[in-house]
């Protein structure tokens, strides 16, 4: 069954300083998606991607963050200066079509700690 | 503002007992519907959707769940749970017939089944 990567696994970073956190699609899907899940909280939306254009964000998603599919098959989230309250869960996810259709494929996600 | 209510946080249960999870939410206009399920350490895993049709829809794993429009539930069900239904349940709707492309996730149920 076709799978959403996503690496690495865990990274620990300094406060201040820039991650990127990385994604690889199922390779015919259209849509892609970043969530994050801080520790005991729910899943919170953070932005979609289409067309090679954001196609919605949330409040969450402010200046410090970007995305980027540089290539034909990665899908990138840049926190420029990361903070404390960053550290969370990073899931990537992507779909054929829009939410409506067949639902989102999850990556296993990042793990983001900010010390 | 749209939000999803998922009522037991964390619930207890012995094998074989039936489980219910509660899922509420608050949005006018039509929605697709999914239940999600997280296994300590993994990744979001689709157990079910709903878009249209039958209200009642049977996913993997034995699970199924009741859509009720008139109480804006969708609500989780396995008559017979097993201890590797261990694991973290997520309700997610997606609005429909707008741009919104994301999944409002309701906070989650952690369900412990012991053996």
């Known amino acids: 069954e076709p799978e959403v990567t996503q690496t690495p696994s865990h990274q620990v970073t300094q406060m201040g300083q820039e991650v990127i956190l990385r994604c690889v699609p199922i390779s015919n899907h259209l849509y892609f998606y970043w969530y994050r899940q801080i520790l005991g909280q729910k899943v919170e939306f953070l932005v979609s991607f289409y067309n090679n254009e954001i196609s919605e964000k949330s409040e969450i998603f402010d200046d410090q963050f970007s995305v980027e599919r540089p290539d034909g098959s990665n899908f990138t989230l840049k926190i420029r200066s990361t903070k404390l309250e960053d550290s969370a869960m990073y899931f990537c996810?992507?779909?054929?079509?829009?939410?409506?259709?067949?639902?989102?494929?999850f990556g296993s996600g990042t793990r983001l700690t900010v010390v | 503002a749209q939000s999803v209510s998922q009522h037991n946080h964390h619930v207890i249960l012995s094998e074989a007992a039936s489980l219910e999870l509660g899922c509420n939410y608050s949005y006018g206009g039509t929605v697709n519907l999914f239940w999600y399920v997280q296994y300590p350490g993994q990744h979001l895993q689709l157990l079910l959707k709903y878009f249209s049709g039958d209200p009642l829809v049977k996913g993997i794993k034995g699970f199924e769940a009741e859509f009720i429009k008139s109480k804006f539930s969708f609500n989780l069900r396995k008559p017979s749970v097993q201890w590797s239904d261990t694991a973290e349940y997520f309700c997610?709707?997606?609005?429909?017939?707008?741009?919104?492309?994301?999944?409002?996730f309701g906070t989650g149920t952690r369900l412990k089944v012991l053996a």
């Open positions: 997610a709707v997606n609005p429909r017939g707008s741009r919104t492309y994301k999944y409002i």
């Open positions: 996810a992507s779909s054929p079509n829009t939410g409506g259709g067949n639902g989102y494929t």
